[in-house]
């Protein structure tokens, strides 16, 4: 009719058996519109009916139907009823039973159906392939799959389009490969595909890194590409990852200059990156700003606001902005009730915090809740009193197994829950921090801990720490009125544990006034940090300068890594990745010392005696023995500690600087590195000893040869009557249940000539699902 030809007289002279089925075509493509396959059987028992034999075109739409209905089973059975009627199945049979797989995530079928269909000389077309590439999509697996039939359809010289790029570009950015989708990106491009904005989003999703992310923002803004809400989401949420507030606010604003209205999405990314950061009064700010915007807060919005309370330890914040999210209908969940409790547990609120850890628990799953610890922590009465130190929701958590004099065990206990709830090295909310952890050491004790142990001993005026590391325990003595003496092979624990402990006292005013000196000629340019460091060598040698070089030391770690990160790694993302911010990180950093060292001060007294030894305690000889020695050793295949100091003395120098205890600052030029000449073939307990052991039971007689070398030489150093209390955990191997350090140390005391007095060990208890860093390792305390 369309051509100017009569469809009257063609109707008129049509046959009846023809007009039938072309009314049954009729009815299988209405099915097919609307997705339900329930009245195909009907419509073909009709046409048996009426001897009317269906043609390939009613069995192709019967297949359209069911992989429309997303019935991949019938599909095929309609698929195998061609050849029943004697026909050939074409492109449009193979493409709707692959189709079918592919649109329940089936990818395994959906290949099958499209190398049978190659294997059948049918050549395939764009939607053949891209049915294959959805479904590989779909099943949320690696984009292998996905990718391999791109590669196939573009050398068969199929043609791709944006949408089939899409979802390639799409399946990388799931599976956080930003890498891949950049590449497939690009290649869309160069193939002169036109890329669209959720293309683009995609690919800004997948970056782990910040700059990438607004990189493509950027090129889709110059590229004229449709910019959504997603892009911009994307974006923010980049920066969120990040803490970085600033910059989610400017792509916040960017996006309303747009003419873009912010979504639920982009609220709670700056709500986030505040949190992130532990800003909570802009954080609440953002929260009203939201809701002024007519956008309820969700579940998400409020979590993140609790998240940077409890990151703060500010429970009243947090109790009012749970009470909003509840007043407000939004259901706290188990990440509520989580915050909470960390909030709580950072003030040393354990009653409260175990409050809301018996909420998180029942919340986040009921099943685990009926069975095990958890029964019995929930089942305990409500008048059964809770102590700090196993009380029945702590022991769903970790457990206490003790032996010995009840008092000492007692103190013990506290010490080893102080370290598995606070961890290294903050104290806790109320206590001063004084030093502690102002060069972030990579392994370390919790000064709690220290200062619990001391109690021990409170007649002691002279305290010796054998593995000093970064000083925890001689900052704790001195604070306590005792005189301290520190030891350890590392040259960087001496560097540190000297300034932690202000060893060589420091004039802080010359510090500081050297300390604007020296960052005078810096610009902000790249290469500040090493004119910084020429800076500080061109000074004098005095102990102003070694100080300098410390504070150098850390301000330079902390711009090498992202905000909470911790140890000698190092992190992917920078916090000054361009290197251009050594005046304020280094300033900053030595205002922040000054600060901690007149506390320390302060907290010690006039009379501040410490004795710190680059050496090993095997060898070590004082000219007094000490009335106690409070020590944490190294835990059996754990650590290479001295390779890892090395690695962290390096970074530090740049090739221009030594650092050591009496040597900071000499030019390498001509010298060895004090770190280059320890022995670490000889260190205790290695890590790379128990690689290089042919077997687990080499490395523990080694293992057990050194501790019992190391114990005879502190009994050496201690008065008749003087007490050693350690604190060990046991060791990493491929075994079921690691090394147990508690007895080899306790046979290796004993074989010596100490007593054992008590000896307590923490554990975990926990399911796999409650487990958290920093309560995974079985640790112990011998007095």
């Known amino acids: ?123 395939a077309d764009g939607i053949a392939y891209s049915s294959v590439i959805n479904a590989h999509a779909r099943a949320g697996d690696d984009p292998n799959g996905a990718e391999y039939w791109l590669e196939q359809m573009l050398a068969a010289q199929v043609e791709a389009n944006q949408v089939t790029y899409g979802t390639v570009i799409n399946a990388c950015a799931r599976h956080g490969d930003a890498t891949r989708a950049e590449a497939w990106l690009k290649r869309m491009l160069r193939a002169r595909v036109e890329a669209n904005e959720v293309t683009c989003s995609s690919v800004i999703n997948s970056c782990a890194q910040l700059k990438q992310a607004e990189y493509w923002l950027r090129w889709m803004l110059r590229a004229t590409v449709k910019v959504n809400e997603i892009a911009y989401n994307s974006v923010i949420n980049a920066c969120a990852r990040h803490g970085d507030v600033d910059n989610a606010e400017l792509w916040f604003d960017a996006m309303q200059q747009a003419v873009l209205e912010p979504t639920e999405v982009s609220y709670n990314s700056v709500i986030n990156a505040c949190a992130q950061r532990g800003s909570v009064l802009l954080g609440e700010r953002w929260l009203r700003w939201m809701a002024r915007a007519a956008i309820r807060p969700s579940q998400v919005s409020y979590n993140s606001l609790l998240s940077a309370c409890a990151r703060l330890a500010v429970v009243e914040k947090a109790e009012h902005w749970l009470t909003e999210m509840v007043g407000a209908a939004v259901q706290p969940n188990s ?92 104290v806790p909310p109320g206590e001063r921090q004084l030093t502690h952890g102002f060069y972030k050491y990579m392994a370390g004790m919790q000064p709690m801990v220290a200062r619990e142990a001391l109690k021990l001993v409170p007649d002691a005026s002279t305290v010796l720490d054998t593995f000093c590391g970064s000083g925890t325990v001689l900052i704790e003595a001195m604070v306590a009125g005792k005189r301290a003496f520190g030891c350890d092979a590392s040259p960087l624990a001496v560097f540190v544990a000297g300034h932690h402990c202000d060893e060589r006292r420091v004039d802080l005013e010359e510090l500081v006034h050297l300390a604007e000196q020296v960052v005078a000629p810096l610009q902000g340019g790249p290469g500040d940090w090493q004119t910084l460091r020429r800076n500080i060598a061109a000074l004098a040698s005095t102990t102003t300068r070694e100080a300098l070089w410390f504070v150098f030391a850390v301000a330079l770690r902390i711009a090498r890594s992202t905000s909470g990160s911790s140890g000698i790694t190092m992190p992917q993302r920078p916090v000054d990745p361009d290197h251009r911010l050594a005046r304020l990180c280094f300033l900053s950093n030595v205002y922040r010392y000054v600060s901690r060292v007149r506390d320390f001060r302060q907290a010690a007294g006039h009379v501040r005696e410490v004795s710190i030894f680059h050496s090993d305690n095997r060898k070590l000889c004082l000219q007094r023995p000490v009335d106690a020695i409070l020590t944490g050793p190294p835990y059996p295949g754990v650590y290479n500690y001295q390779s890892a100091a090395a690695a962290d003395m390096r970074m530090i120098e740049g090739g221009h600087v030594r650092l050591g205890a009496c040597e900071a600052a000499e030019e390498l030029i001509g010298s060895t590195p004090a770190w280059a000449a320890v022995d670490t073939a000889k260190e205790l307990g290695t890590k790379e000893l128990q690689q290089s052991s042919g077997s687990l039971e080499q490395f523990l007689s080694s293992w057990q040869t050194q501790q019992e070398e190391w114990l005879a030489a502190a009994r050496s150093n201690l008065k008749p009557g003087g007490t050693a209390t350690l604190m060990i955990g046991d060791g990493d191997t491929d075994e079921e249940n690691g090394i147990d350090c508690l007895a080899s140390t306790v046979d290796a005391a004993i074989s010596v000539g100490f007593d054992v007095i008590a000896t307590a060990s923490i554990e975990s208890c926990a399911d796999a699902a409650h487990r958290t860093k920093g309560r995974l390792r079985t640790e112990h305390m011998i007095h």
């Open 335 to 426: 990440v509520s009730y989580s915050a909470m409790r960390t909030a709580c547990a950072r003030t040393g609120d354990f009653d409260r915090a175990e409050h809301w850890l018996a909420q998180m628990i029942r919340c986040d799953d009921e099943g685990h809740a009926k069975t095990g610890a958890w029964a019995k922590a929930l089942s305990a009465p409500a008048d059964d009193e809770i102590g700090r130190s196993g009380g029945p929701l702590n022991k769903a958590l970790y457990c206490f197994s003790s032996a010995g004099d009840a008092r000492v065990v007692e103190c013990l206990e506290r010490a080893l829950e102080l370290q598995w709830v606070y961890g290294y090295p903050h």
């Open 1 to 123: 009719a369309q051509h100017g030809g009569d469809a009257q007289f063609v109707i008129r002279h049509c046959s009846q058996e023809r007009l039938q089925a072309i009314k049954a075509g009729e009815e299988l493509a209405s099915l097919a519109r609307e997705r339900r396959w329930h009245g195909i059987d009907d419509i073909f028992a009709n046409m048996r009916h009426a001897a009317i034999a269906p043609d390939l075109v009613h069995l192709n739409t019967a297949i359209t139907v069911c992989a429309r209905s997303q019935r991949p089973d019938e599909a095929e059975v309609w698929f195998a009823r061609i050849h029943q009627n004697g026909l050939s199945p074409d492109l449009i049979s193979f493409a709707g039973v692959i189709n079918a797989h592919a649109q329940v995530g089936g990818a395994a079928k959906a290949e099958h159906w499209l190398r049978n269909m190659l294997q059948a000389n049918i050549e």
